[in-house]
């Protein structure tokens, strides 16, 4: 959380379920982001996205997503 801006930080505080990962801290962005991704979509059965097309990482989940044979609905912002 520390590396969130002030403005994030204070609205994630808000979040009930919030998982946090400090393990990850010193990776690179890209890196960090599909462990989280890989843990949280062992933790579910459905995946709703937001991703424009350039969105790699979130793409990169959808498709984990659907290799785990995850319920995957992918929206599109653009």
């Known amino acids: 959380m520390s590396k969130q801006t002030p403005e994030s930080q204070e609205l994630l505080q808000d979040v009930t379920n919030l998982v946090t990962m400090p393990q990850n801290d010193d990776m ?12 949280l979509l062992s933790q579910t059965d459905h995946l709703i996205s937001f991703a424009f097309h350039e969105s790699n990482t979130v793409l ?7 290799k ?8 599109y912002l653009d």
């Open 28 to 39: 690179p962005l890209d890196v960090a982001s599909r462990i989280c991704n890989s843990h």
């Open 60 to 66: 990169e989940a959808a498709q984990e997503a659907q």
């Open 68 to 75: 785990l044979n995850l319920l995957v609905t992918l929206l």
